[in-house]
């Protein structure tokens, strides 16, 4: 990643940070494979606090965090589907801010260090738009914080995905109608005046 994209980041560890601490069900998150000498580590030290956070960066990489069997690497590209968090296993999500460029390349990682790997069940759940079933890092950690809370993937998802990512049910009935499906159709009748 090139310092922008590490900018970003630790921007998105930032927010992460930030759910996890209100939440009356924390998840214990770890930054895995990064030294003192990383180049993310001076980036990470300008976020104020960052200090005190419960997240300390480790040398250890993801992949002797605990045995392959427990260690489960979240990637879309998996054809696994999560449907549970387990407390024994550890999951990972891969810290990388690509734009999409890197098709694929959470997927090849867990397979090539021998780590299980699944993908949320977003599209069971939520009716999301094809380009947006990448997700950033903090979408990932809320969306995983709050499923521990609720155990529920739809309340997960729909408290964290933003609307954009999300597709307009054109068969609403009604009452379904939400307030801003009610501003765009109040839009396109003044233009058909």
């Given amino acids: ?11 998105q560890i930032m927010f992460s940070w930030a759910f996890i ?3 009356p069900k924390p998840i214990q998150l770890s930054l895995c494979g990064i030294t003192e000498d990383s180049a ?25 965090l605990d045995q392959p069997s427990n260690v489960i690497y979240l990637t879309a590209d998996s054809e696994n589907t999560l449907t ?3 407390n024994d296993k550890i999951y ?6 690509d734009h999409n460029r890197y098709k694929g390349l959470t997927y090849n990682r867990a397979i090539e260090r021998g780590v299980g790997h ?9 009716n999301v738009k094809t380009n947006a079933r990448v997700l950033t890092v903090n979408d990932m950690v809320n969306i995983l914080t709050t499923f521990c809370e609720h155990q529920d993937w739809k309340i997960a998802f729909g408290n964290t995905l ?12 009604p009452e379904d ?17």
């Fill in 1 to 11: 990643m090139n310092v922008k994209e590490m900018r970003s980041l630790s921007q």
């Fill in 21 to 23: 601490k209100k939440s």
């Fill in 40 to 64: 993310m580590t001076p980036i990470l030290k300008t976020h104020a606090g960052f200090e005190t956070w419960r997240m300390k960066p480790t040398r250890t990489p993801f992949y002797e």
């Fill in 84 to 86: 549970t968090l387990e």
């Fill in 92 to 97: 990972i999500i891969g810290g990388i801010v």
């Fill in 118 to 126: 699944a993908r949320l069940p977003l599209i069971e759940n939520i």
């Fill in 162 to 173: 933003a609307r954009r990512k999300i597709k307009e049910d054109v068969s609403e009935s």
């Fill in 177 to 193: 109608t939400t307030i801003e499906n009610s501003k765009k159709k109040k839009k396109k009748k003044k233009k058909s005046i």
